[in-house]
Structures are given as structure tokens and as C-alpha cells.
């Protein structure tokens, strides 16, 4: 009977421990107008390739963490373990396929093409097939890759060990932009930022891209367990959906967010900070406004003042609105009465619109108690 009860107690508790483990994170980031906004990790690896993980831990991996997608990118040219997993290039994405529907999360098939620099390393994702690509020229592989319809992006482009003093451009860059066999660039990837990547991004109308690259299960890269985030693609999609996916990436609709900060065109950091920041009370006294604010996302609002305020107003250099969090902020003007509302020129310095520069914004508060 004592064994009976015991052997109870044990299931109920393997059951409570078991559910306690699986629960999924939320990634508190607005939707903006228009749009949803997808949590998409394009870039990573399994035991198919170099990686330490088999694929349904990734989909695991991106359903704890609240993701919406992934691809797996296993590299089609290096393949440490293939002689212990013997497979074509598709398996990885097969293995992982019944747990991703299972779990709701979008998986996009993807493959990463390895080459020596120039062109160097490039993910070709909406793949139907990736066993085409692996063929010797580099331009037959992306050709291979293109011929699916696939969006490809340049893979960490500053990698050091390609790229050992300046993170150039190559005419064979050039040639793959011309030909529509480059869409999008990593402007992230993992720890790593690369400025050059954000200002090509811009000045060729290529897509912003932030990706993982992770190799070893997330949680020995991330500290998960202390709020730590994954660097992700944002993808301000129509619909969640591959094709939704699709659609956002090939018109160039991403934001990158890693580190507490944000990566993108000025409209949707724009869009996003429009829908981030809350003014929840302004109070006029006689010599100040008091403004409350408050960010419902997870990620930390980083303000500055900008050039070009009224010189008779004082107040902060710079201040932080916590991730889930209220600051309340004092602007003190001598004759605060004779303003029926104020205006304040700032820059959101971790909304980084390109290398360097903050979104600026100009808000406006008009006190609740006239
Ligand atoms: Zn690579
Ligand atoms: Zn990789």
C-alpha cells in the first residue's frame, strides 16, 4: 500500500515537474499597423552539419523561447558527423517537420552554402529541395538555390576568419545582387554587429537579417534563465504563415533585435516605438511637467535629448523606461503655466536606424489636469 501511494506521489509529481518544464516564453513586441510581427530565427545548425543538437531539439528550443520560426541551415560542403549521420541534404528538415506542426511553429526549409570568401557563406531558405545545391561552382549552387524561388541572404559578412581586417564588398557581391540571387544580408549574427551590413542594407535595398548561427543547444549560448534573448529576425508579416514569411522578407519588411536593441528602416522602428511607448499621466505644476511613462514590451526604451529643444526647458540627458516598467520624468520650465502643452526633440538610441544613429522622435504631452 505504502509503495502504492509512493509510487502515486512520484507520478504526480514527474507530472507537475514535467509540466513546469514546458512552458512557453512570450516576446512581449508589438505588432504595428498593418502587420503582425513574427519572432524568426533564419540561421542554425544540427548534427547534420556541425551542429551539437538533433532538429527537434531546435524546434523545442524556438517553442520555450516564443518564437514563431526557424530554419534549420545545416551547411551543405561541411559535414563533420557524416559519417555517423548518414543522410541527403533534406533530412534535418524531415526530422523536424512533424514536431514543428505539432508545436505551431514555422519551419522554412534552408540550407547554408559554404564557401571560401569571396562570396563566402549565404542561407538559401523556402527550399524545396536542397539535395540541387550541392554542386561544386558556387555560382551553380546559388543558381540551384534561386531556381526555387529561394530568398538568399550573405551570412555573417565580417566574419574574421573571412574577412580578417575590413568587411568588404566583392565584385562577386555584385554580381550575385544583379542576378537576384542576393536578397538579404546579416546584419547580425549571434554576438556579433556589423555596421557595414546595416549601411549596405540601406543603400542597396537589401532586407536586415539577424540570426543565431547556434551550434551547441541555446542555452549554452544564451542565458535564458536570466532573461537573456536570442538575436532574431522580426518579420512584420501579413499573416502568420510561411508565405506570409516570405512575402514580408522579399519586400524588405524586418527589423533586427539583439541585445536590447533594434535594427531597421527608420519607418518601422518608427511604427514599432509608436506602438512600445505609453504616456500613462502628464501633470502641469508651476514649474515643471511630470510625465509618467510606461513600456509594456521586453525591450528597454534608451531616450536621449536631441539638439534643438527650447533652451528654457530643463531636463534629462538621458533616461531608460524599463522592459515592463514606468519612469517618470520632470521637465522643469520657469513659466510652466503659459505652456498649454510642451514638446521634447529625442533620439531612442537602441532603435538604431543606421550605424550609429538612434530614431529620433518628437514627443508631445499635453498635461491631463488644465
Ligand atoms: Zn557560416
Ligand atoms: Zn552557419
Same mark, same amino acid.
Given at each position: 500500500?505504502?509503495?502504492?501511494?509512493?509510487?502515486?506521489?512520484?507520478?504526480?509529481?514527474?507530472?507537475?515537474?514535467?509540466?513546469?518544464?514546458?512552458?512557453?516564453?512570450?516576446?512581449?513586441?508589438?505588432?504595428?499597423?498593418?502587420?503582425?510581427?513574427?519572432?524568426?530565427? #533564419?540561421?542554425?545548425?544540427?548534427?547534420?552539419?556541425?551542429?551539437?543538437?538533433? #532538429?527537434?531539439?531546435?524546434?523545442?528550443?524556438?517553442?520555450?523561447?516564443?518564437?514563431?520560426?526557424?530554419?534549420?541551415?545545416?551547411?551543405?560542403?561541411?559535414?563533420?558527423?557524416?559519417?555517423?549521420?548518414?543522410?541527403?541534404?533534406?533530412?534535418?528538415?524531415?526530422?523536424?517537420?512533424?514536431?514543428?506542426?505539432?508545436?505551431?511553429?514555422?519551419?522554412?526549409?534552408?540550407?547554408?552554402?559554404?564557401?571560401?570568401?569571396?562570396?563566402?557563406?549565404?542561407?538559401?531558405?523556402?527550399?524545396?529541395?536542397?539535395?540541387?545545391?550541392?554542386?561544386?561552382?558556387?555560382?551553380?549552387?546559388?543558381?540551384?538555390?534561386?531556381?526555387?524561388?529561394?530568398?538568399?541572404?550573405?551570412?555573417?559578412?565580417?566574419?574574421?576568419?573571412?574577412?580578417?581586417?575590413?568587411?568588404?564588398?566583392?565584385?562577386?557581391?555584385?554580381?550575385?545582387?544583379?542576378?537576384?540571387?542576393?536578397?538579404?544580408?546579416?546584419?547580425?549574427?549571434?554576438?556579433?554587429?556589423? #555596421?557595414?551590413?546595416?549601411?549596405?542594407?540601406?543603400?542597396?535595398?537589401?532586407?536586415?537579417?539577424?540570426?543565431?548561427?547556434?551550434?551547441?543547444?541555446?542555452?549554452?549560448?544564451?542565458?535564458?534563465?536570466?532573461?537573456?534573448?536570442?538575436?532574431?529576425?522580426?518579420?512584420?508579416?501579413?499573416?502568420?504563415?510561411?508565405?506570409?514569411?516570405?512575402?514580408?522578407?522579399?519586400?524588405?519588411?524586418?527589423?533586427?533585435?539583439?541585445?536590447?536593441?533594434?535594427?531597421?528602416?527608420?519607418?518601422?522602428?518608427?511604427?514599432?516605438?509608436?506602438?512600445?511607448?505609453?504616456?500613462?499621466?502628464?501633470?502641469?505644476?508651476?514649474?515643471?511637467?511630470?510625465?509618467?511613462?510606461?513600456?509594456?514590451?521586453?525591450?528597454?526604451?534608451?531616450?536621449?535629448?536631441?539638439?534643438?529643444?527650447?533652451?528654457?526647458?530643463?531636463?534629462?540627458?538621458?533616461?531608460?523606461?524599463?522592459?515592463?516598467?514606468?519612469?517618470?520624468?520632470?521637465?522643469?520650465?520657469?513659466?510652466?503655466?503659459?505652456?498649454?502643452?510642451?514638446?521634447?526633440?529625442?533620439?531612442?538610441?537602441?532603435?538604431?536606424?543606421?550605424?550609429?544613429?538612434?530614431?529620433?522622435?518628437?514627443?508631445?504631452?499635453?498635461?491631463?489636469?488644465?
Amino acid at each position: 500500500m505504502t509503495r502504492k501511494i509512493a509510487l502515486v506521489v512520484f507520478v504526480l509529481l514527474a507530472i507537475i515537474f514535467n509540466a513546469e518544464a514546458q512552458v512557453r516564453d512570450t516576446i512581449r513586441i508589438p505588432d504595428i499597423p498593418g502587420y503582425v510581427t513574427l519572432k524568426y530565427d #533564419p540561421h542554425m545548425h544540427t548534427v547534420f552539419s556541425d551542429g551539437a543538437v538533433w #532538429p527537434t531539439v531546435r524546434v523545442h528550443e524556438a517553442w520555450r523561447e516564443g518564437l514563431d520560426g526557424i530554419s534549420i541551415t545545416d551547411h551543405i560542403e561541411y559535414r563533420p558527423f557524416r559519417n555517423d549521420v548518414v543522410s541527403d541534404h533534406n533530412r534535418a528538415y524531415e526530422v523536424a517537420r512533424p514536431l514543428a506542426g505539432q508545436l505551431d511553429i514555422l519551419l522554412i526549409h534552408g540550407t547554408e552554402i559554404t564557401r571560401a570568401m569571396p562570396p563566402g557563406h549565404f542561407n538559401a531558405i523556402f527550399l524545396e529541395d536542397a539535395n540541387p545545391v550541392d554542386v561544386d561552382d558556387w555560382r551553380d549552387a546559388m543558381v540551384a538555390a534561386r531556381a526555387q524561388d529561394a530568398f538568399i541572404f550573405w551570412n555573417h559578412p565580417g566574419w574574421a576568419r573571412q574577412q580578417p581586417d575590413t568587411t568588404l564588398w566583392w565584385d562577386e557581391h555584385t554580381w550575385l545582387l544583379e542576378n537576384d540571387m542576393l536578397h538579404g544580408i546579416e546584419v547580425v549574427n549571434g554576438r556579433s554587429y556589423y #555596421p557595414e551590413a546595416h549601411q549596405w542594407c540601406l543603400d542597396k535595398g537589401l532586407t536586415m537579417i539577424g540570426t543565431t548561427d547556434v551550434h551547441n543547444p541555446i542555452g549554452m549560448d544564451y542565458d535564458l534563465s536570466m532573461g537573456e534573448r536570442r538575436p532574431m529576425t522580426l518579420v512584420f508579416a501579413t499573416e502568420r504563415s510561411e508565405e506570409g514569411v516570405r512575402e514580408a522578407l522579399f519586400a524588405g519588411r524586418t527589423a533586427v533585435y539583439f541585445d536590447n536593441k533594434l535594427v531597421a528602416r527608420e519607418e518601422y522602428l518608427d511604427a514599432l516605438f509608436k506602438e512600445s511607448l505609453q504616456v500613462r499621466s502628464v501633470t502641469r505644476h508651476s514649474g515643471s511637467y511630470g510625465v509618467t511613462l510606461f513600456n509594456p514590451t521586453d525591450i528597454p526604451i534608451e531616450i536621449s535629448k536631441a539638439r534643438g529643444n527650447d533652451p528654457s526647458f530643463e531636463f534629462f540627458r538621458t533616461t531608460t523606461v524599463p522592459a515592463g516598467g514606468y519612469r517618470n520624468i520632470s521637465i522643469y520650465i520657469s513659466n510652466a503655466s503659459e505652456h498649454d502643452q510642451i514638446e521634447l526633440l529625442l533620439n531612442i538610441d537602441n532603435f538604431i536606424v543606421e550605424p550609429g544613429k538612434g530614431l529620433p522622435v518628437t514627443m508631445t504631452f499635453v498635461p491631463d489636469n488644465l
